[in-house]
């Protein structure tokens, strides 16, 4: 095991005071070990590069996650994944607010096709269509598990070629990491991320984790950038998160002004009602009181858990109303839907 770097060691010395827990060097199975609730938790830390953007562009990599940028996203998997070969992925990426979608994602097959034929020498090519910016790149890979498309929509003032080796550099670093050594305890490590970037990469970190599927295998990925700062990659939690869980809001943003004056508040999650369905996850304040509602994806975002409750009954149909905990706090959550009562037979 070699020795770890500066960035490495402050990196992980970072985690370790999220997460209130000392730390030690590794040896052959891991960088280093945390103990955490008594157990010890095998970490490894890995290094992002910093990436420069160029003249006229704005620093940072911005990508955008409103409805038209997630629609294009879609279209592009839908279109190009039939076509991409296995062993190739296929980055794109496309300015935003996008122009004329269909048009762009149907004129983006026929440049990839081209790009794809036998012996093009062409990996990375530029194109204006429809008036958006959009850039292609193809790599190689030896993971059955790496994604074949991965479509990216970006600020128009974002450098594209600062997102497409952004998102190379991170998928190897993520490929790597999973097809290296098998080592004890396994199933339970922990991967840290140190970043050369600002906070600012953070949604673009989020989003290409997500893309790569065999990340999963760890039990935690997290970043850690130059300022301290740490923040959840990805987390192994189940697809319907158990009513009674707890998560704490870490963040709010401008889609949640609300919540900025709100961090470190702790919920728990209630019971599903079958109107709702199991997208809907209710937040529970302190009063016992069903207050707001999210979904996984919006839950992940801006909140991490606490507790990951073992509830089998989604609907608590033979279990007792959720009871309260603590005093009330005179405060609006910044959630997408917002009530403060809530009928609670659950039918």
Same mark, same amino acid.
């Given at each position: 095991m070699?020795?770890?770097?500066?960035?490495?060691?402050?990196?992980?010395?970072?985690?370790?005071?999220?997460?209130?827990?000392?730390?030690?060097?590794?040896?052959?199975?891991?960088?280093?070990?945390?103990k955490?609730?008594?157990?010890?938790?095998?970490?490894?830390v890995?290094t $992002?590069?910093?990436?420069?953007?160029? *003249?006229?562009? =704005?620093?940072? /990599?911005?990508? !955008?996650?409103?409805r @038209? %940028?997630?629609?294009?996203?879609?279209?592009?998997?839908?279109?190009?994944?039939?076509?991409?070969?296995?062993?190739?992925?296929?980055?794109?990426?496309?300015s935003g607010?996008?122009?004329?979608?269909?048009?762009?994602?149907?004129?983006?097959?026929?440049?990839?096709?081209?790009?794809?034929?036998?012996?093009?020498?062409?990996?990375?090519?530029?194109?204006?269509?429809?008036?958006?910016?959009?850039?292609?790149?193809?790599?190689?890979?030896?993971?059955?598990?790496?994604?074949?498309?991965?479509?990216?929509?970006?600020?128009?003032?974002?450098?594209?070629?600062?997102?497409?080796?952004?998102?190379?550099?991170?998928?190897? $670093?993520?490929?790597?990491?999973?097809? *290296?050594r098998? =080592?004890?305890? /396994?199933?339970? !490590?922990?991967?840290? @991320? %140190?970043?050369?970037?600002?906070a600012?990469?953070?949604?673009?970190y989020?989003h290409?984790?997500?893309?790569?599927?065999?990340?999963?295998?760890?039990?935690?990925?997290?970043?850690?950038?130059?300022?301290?700062?740490v923040?959840?990659?990805?987390?192994?939690?189940?697809?319907?998160?158990?009513?009674?869980?707890?998560?704490?809001?870490?963040r709010?943003?401008?889609?949640?002004?609300?919540?900025?004056?709100?961090?470190?508040?702790v919920?728990?999650?209630?019971?599903?009602?079958?109107?709702?369905?199991?997208?809907?996850?209710?937040?529970?304040?302190?009063?016992?009181?069903?207050?707001?509602t999210?979904?996984?994806?919006?839950?992940?975002?801006?909140?991490?858990?606490?507790?990951i409750?073992?509830?089998?009954d989604?609907?608590?149909?033979?279990?007792?109303?959720?009871?309260?905990i603590?005093?009330?706090?005179?405060?609006?959550?910044?959630?997408?839907?917002?009530?403060?009562?809530?009928?609670?037979?659950?039918?």
């Amino acid at each position: 095991m070699s020795e770890l770097t500066g960035r490495e060691r402050s990196a992980i010395a970072a985690v370790a005071r999220r997460f209130e827990s000392p730390w030690k060097k590794g040896g052959r199975h891991a960088d280093a070990y945390f103990k955490i609730d008594r157990e010890k938790v095998p970490v490894d830390v890995a290094t $992002l590069k910093p990436h420069t953007h160029r *003249k006229g562009f =704005a620093e940072g /990599a911005r990508l !955008r996650f409103d409805r @038209v %940028a997630t629609t294009v996203s879609q279209q592009l998997q839908a279109a190009l994944r039939t076509i991409v070969p296995r062993g190739t992925t296929a980055l794109v990426t496309i300015s935003g607010p996008t122009q004329l979608r269909s048009k762009t994602v149907r004129a983006l097959k026929r440049g990839i096709r081209t790009l794809l034929r036998p012996g093009s020498p062409e990996r990375d090519r530029g194109y204006m269509i429809h008036g958006n910016c959009v850039q292609i790149r193809l790599l190689s890979n030896r993971s059955v598990k790496a994604p074949r498309v991965i479509g990216l929509v970006h600020d128009s003032d974002t450098d594209p070629r600062v997102v497409l080796n952004l998102t190379e550099d991170l998928l190897e $670093l993520l490929r790597a990491e999973v097809e *290296k050594r098998v =080592a004890p305890r /396994a199933e339970n !490590r922990w991967l840290v @991320v %140190a970043s050369a970037g600002d906070a600012s990469y953070l949604e673009a970190y989020r989003h290409i984790c997500s893309q790569f599927g065999s990340a999963q295998k760890l039990k935690k990925i997290l970043v850690a950038f130059p300022d301290g700062r740490v923040e959840m990659l990805t987390d192994r939690l189940p697809v319907v998160i158990p009513p009674r869980s707890v998560f704490r809001l870490v963040r709010g943003d401008e889609r949640t002004p609300e919540w900025k004056a709100q961090v470190g508040r702790v919920f728990r999650v209630g019971y599903y009602g079958r109107q709702d369905g199991l997208d809907c996850v209710w937040l529970v304040n302190d009063q016992a009181e069903y207050e707001q509602t999210s979904d996984r994806e919006f839950l992940l975002r801006y909140f991490e858990p606490v507790m990951i409750s073992r509830e089998t009954d989604l609907f608590g149909d033979s279990r007792p109303k959720l009871k309260s905990i603590g005093p009330s706090r005179d405060a609006k959550g910044g959630g997408r839907t917002k009530k403060s009562d809530r009928d609670e037979s659950r039918n």
